[in-house]
T-cell receptor
C-alpha cells in the first residue's frame, strides 16, 4: 500500500506571494503524483502532475518538484491570486496498483488580498 | 477534452433505503474507474477499483454487498449504496482513468435522513 502525508493543513498567504505545500510518501514503487484543487461545493480538479521519471514540472504559475530519494514532492503556487484559495490535495499511485490513488489529507490555501 | 459526468448530483434518501449513482466518461475510454467517498472533514476514501473485464477490488471497510458496482463498458459505471445510514453520508466521487491521469466527476452528494 501507500501512505501520503501532507503539510500544512492550512496555509495563509498574501496575494502576490508564493505558497508551498509538501507531501511525503512511503512506497518507493510510487510512480505518479497528481495534485488536485477543490473549491467549495465542487469536485477535485487535476491541476498538475508529475511522473517518477521527472524532477520538476511547471505549468501556468504552478511548479511541482519530486525528490525520489527523500520520497517527497511539493507544489508551489507562484504569484498567488484570490482565485487560488481552495483545498489542495496531493496523491500518489503505486506502480502496478492500477487506478488506486492514495490522497493526502489536504491543505486549505487562503490568499489574502 | 476528458470529461466525467456523474448523476445524480445530489440525493436524499431515508435511512435504510438504497440509492444508485452513475458515472460516465465522455471524450475518452477509461481504462479503469475508481469510486471514492469524501466525508466531511476527511480526505478521499477509496471504495473500490473497477477495471472492465476484471474483478472489482474493494478496499477494507467496503464490501460488494453494501456497494455493488456495475462496470459494463469503458465509458460507464454505476454504484449502489444499499441500506444507507448516517455514516454513508458524503460526496461520492467517480475517478475515471486514462493513461496516468485520473479525472473526477462532480460527485454525487448523499444525504441520509
Amino acid at each position: 500500500g501507500e501512505q501520503v502525508e501532507q503539510l500544512p493543513s492550512i496555509l495563509r498567504v498574501q496575494e502576490g506571494s508564493s505558497a508551498s505545500i509538501n507531501c511525503t510518501y512511503e512506497n518507493s514503487a510510487s510512480n505518479y503524483f497528481p495534485w488536485y484543487k477543490q473549491e467549495p461545493g465542487e469536485n477535485p480538479k487535476l491541476i498538475i502532475d508529475i511522473r517518477s521519471n521527472m524532477e520538476r514540472k511547471q505549468t501556468q504559475g504552478l511548479i511541482v518538484l519530486l525528490d525520489k530519494k527523500a520520497k517527497r514532492f511539493s507544489l508551489h503556487i507562484t504569484d498567488t491570486q484570490p482565485g487560488d484559495s481552495a483545498m489542495y490535495f496531493c496523491a500518489a499511485t503505486v506502480r502496478g496498483a492500477g487506478n488506486k490513488l492514495t490522497f493526502g489529507i489536504g491543505t486549505r490555501v487562503l490568499v489574502r488580498p | 477534452g476528458a470529461l466525467v459526468y456523474q448523476y445524480p448530483r445530489r440525493t436524499i434518501c431515508k435511512s435504510g433505503t438504497s440509492m444508485r449513482m452513475e458515472c460516465q466518461a465522455v471524450g475518452f475510454q477509461a481504462t479503469s474507474v475508481a469510486w471514492y467517498r469524501q466525508s466531511p472533514q476527511k480526505t478521499f476514501e477509496l471504495i473500490a477499483l473497477s477495471t472492465v473485464n476484471s474483478a472489482i477490488k474493494y478496499e477494507q471497510n467496503f464490501t460488494q454487498e453494501k456497494f455493488p458496482i456495475s462496470h459494463p463498458n469503458l465509458s460507464f459505471s454505476s454504484m449502489t449504496v444499499l441500506n444507507a445510514y448516517l455514516e454513508d453520508r458524503g460526496l461520492y466521487l467517480c475517478g475515471a482513468r486514462y493513461s496516468y491521469e485520473q479525472y473526477f466527476g462532480p460527485g454525487t452528494r448523499l444525504t441520509v435522513l
